[in-house]
């Protein structure tokens, strides 16, 4: 049974609207949580983190949103744009501990 | 630094035949991670290493995969007998246990092809 889900498999969005990337987990010792950025034909690459101490990080026009009592988190793109065409996986581990749980992604189109 | 260095990049084999995935981790990285990506269930870690030892291989299918690390700069993933049902892509990835983000490194990734 998959502890972490991204239950959008794509999501289309206009260049410079937000993009709003979902995911939820279900194991509340869960206690950390990063997003991926891959591309085809490449490797997930590392895009932001966040702990459960905070609720909202930010790096540029990216920010990911933690509910701890809903066991969800999101990601905002503002402003999307074209080269943020990719796939975006969720992952979630108790902290300190290497092992991470996937979610299936999510396929984003920035159409121009 | 090179990155994560996986080959080969394709490979195509019938039912049946032994495969053997390669994998170079990131120099000086102590953990060394095996993963599967399907449609259907996403990125499954499949196995990992901490300073060359395996320390969770709860992911591995079953007895027809195995992983070793003889040593700090190179891992293998072997499946044999390979069937249709491993067809899918494997991702080698790497990181330090001090790593400011706890976020790992990926290679490129193998498409294996079972017919």
């Known amino acids: 049974d998959q502890q972490v889900k991204q239950n959008s498999p794509s999501l289309s969005v206009q260049e410079g609207r937000i993009s709003i990337l979902n995911c939820d987990y279900t194991?509340?010792?869960?206690?950390?949580f990063l997003w991926y950025k891959k591309y085809p034909a490449e490797g997930p690459t590392f895009l932001i983190s966040?702990?459960?101490?905070?609720d909202k990080n930010e790096d540029g026009r990216f920010t990911v949103f933690l509910n701890k009592s809903a066991k969800h988190l999101s990601l905002h793109i503002v402003p999307s744009q074209p080269g943020d065409s990719a796939v975006y996986f969720c992952?979630?581990?108790?902290?300190?501990?290497?092992?991470?749980?996937f979610g299936s992604g999510t396929k984003l189109n920035v159409k121009p | 630094d090179a990155g994560v260095i996986q080959s080969p990049r394709h490979e195509v084999t019938e039912m049946g035949q032994e495969v053997t995935l390669r994998c170079k981790p990131i120099?000086?990285?102590?953990?060394l991670f095996w993963y599967r990506q399907t449609m259907m269930r996403g990125l499954e870690l499949l196995i990992y290493?901490?300073?060359?030892?395996?320390?969770?291989d709860s992911g591995m299918p079953e007895d027809r995969f195995s992983a070793k690390m003889p040593n700090a700069s190179f891992s293998t993933l072997k499946i044999q007998p390979s069937e249709p049902r491993d067809s899918a892509v494997y991702f080698c990835?790497?990181?330090?246990?001090?790593?400011?983000?706890?976020?790992?490194?990926f290679g490129p990734g193998t498409r294996l092809t079972v017919l």
């Open positions: 992952a979630a581990s108790v902290y300190n501990f290497n092992k991470f749980y």
């Open positions: 194991n509340s010792m869960f206690d950390y």
């Open positions: 966040i702990s459960s101490i905070k």
């Open positions: 120099s000086g990285h102590d953990y």
């Open positions: 290493f901490n300073n060359n030892v395996p320390i969770d």
């Open positions: 990835a790497s990181n330090s246990g001090t790593s400011t983000y706890n976020e790992q490194f």
